[in-house]
């Protein structure tokens, strides 16, 4: 059984920082994919940053140049460094990841439990 555990929440200030960890644990052959997606108080679920099936990045235009994605593969393991946050990042964030669970494929989509990040003064 997959699992993505999350940590690195909580309460700052705006102008402040968080990093965010996500890893993934249980029997798998390889991550195809893996970042963060973020879910604000009446909105749609929406990507923040993520490493691709071709490991190339992604991000959201609204954090280019303050979040940063990076990853540890010996740990499976993926972070999210946010600096210069706003209220408007206030929101709960998952991390997904695309798992290869075998050698032949069986491909699936696996999400952690989130974690509230909340900029505030």
């Known amino acids: 059984q997959v699992q993505l555990v999350e940590s690195g929440g909580g309460l700052v200030q705006p102008g402040g920082s968080l990093r965010l960890s996500c890893t993934a644990s249980?029997?798998?052959?390889?991550?195809?994919?893996m970042g963060w997606y973020r879910q604000a108080p009446g909105k749609q679920r929406e990507l923040v940053a993520a490493?691709?099936?071709?490991?190339?990045?992604n991000y959201a235009d609204s954090v280019k140049g303050r979040f940063t994605i990076s990853r540890d593969n010996a740990k499976n393991t993926v972070y999210l460094q946010m600096n210069g946050l706003r209220p408007e990042d206030t929101a709960v964030y998952y991390c997904n990841a695309l798992i290869r669970l075998t050698w032949r494929g069986d491909i699936r989509d696996y999400w952690g439990q989130g974690t509230q990040v909340t900029v505030s003064s």
């Open positions: 249980g029997s798998m052959f390889s991550i195809n994919a």
């Open positions: 490493f691709t099936s071709s490991q190339s990045t």
